[in-house]
């Protein structure tokens, strides 16, 4: 079974501070992998998308991606309460009939004022 | 613009009700998606259609039945649910099915079956 797995968390940082996500994942063919945001009772919002090994940056937002390590991890600079919420490690696995997101358990955070 | 649209926000069915679900793009998008979630839960894929055909069906009970009827629309019928059906149902669609594709979601329906 290929499998992505995070820490459920909750995980809890200060206002202003770096959350550090962390995702791992068993399939050695995934190229392509997602953070998705999901506040409670919405649905996931894409935040980032990765394909290459080393770091993509976008605003307060960090991606980085170990191929070697088979992790993922997204930083969140300057964090703030309103990026409480549950944060979904996807990785991309192709079936001979197309492809299927594979996600985590999800790492809930929470940012206290 | 990356929205879908779903319809309807939330939905109360019977056991022996009939009800679908609508998904809308406008994207262009090529590919759709079926996802099921529940409380606390990722997302759990449920259908995939690649150019208006189903391209992977995950074992899915018959009392869900999808349908692609254009490139813009994706339905899902519902017929008979259980209790343990009630969710929430989101779409995705992405440019197509393909490596690294992002997938965007809509809102979703959240259903519960009595």
């Known amino acids: 079974q290929k499998e992505v797995e995070q820490n459920s968390g909750p995980l809890s940082v200060p206002e202003g501070a770096i959350a550090s996500l962390n995702c791992t994942y068993s399939?050695?063919?995934?190229?392509?992998f997602f953070w998705y945001r999901q506040y409670s009772g919405k649905s996931p919002e894409l935040i980032m998308s990765?394909?290459?090994?080393g770091d993509k940056e976008d605003g307060r937002f960090t991606a980085q991606l170990n191929k070697a390590s088979q992790y993922v991890s997204l930083l969140i600079r300057d964090s703030q309460p309103s990026d409480s919420a549950t944060y979904l490690c996807?990785?991309?696995?192709?079936?001979?009939?197309?492809?299927?997101?594979?996600f985590g358990q999800g790492t809930e955070l929470s940012v206290k004022p | 613009d990356t929205e879908v649209t779903q319809t309807p926000k939330h939905l109360v069915m019977g056991m022996t009700n009939k009800k679908s679900l609508k998904c809308e793009q406008h994207?262009?998008?090529?590919?759709m998606y079926w996802y099921k979630q529940k409380a606390k839960k990722p997302p759990e894929l449920m259908f995939v259609y690649s150019y208006e055909k189903l391209s992977i069906n995950e074992s899915v009970p018959s009392r869900f039945s999808p349908e692609c009827p254009n490139s813009s629309l994706l339905n899902l019928h519902l017929h008979a649910l259980q209790p343990e059906d009630s969710a929430l149902y989101l779409c995705?669609?992405?440019?197509?099915?393909?490596?690294?594709?992002?997938?965007?979601f809509g809102p979703g329906t959240r259903l519960l079956v009595l």
């Open positions: 995705a669609s992405s440019q197509e099915d393909g490596e690294g594709e992002t997938q965007y």
């Open positions: 996807a990785s991309r696995m192709i079936y001979n009939q197309g492809g299927k997101l594979i």
């Open positions: 994207m262009g998008h090529r590919a």
């Open positions: 990765i394909y290459s090994n």
């Open positions: 399939d050695r063919g995934s190229q392509s």
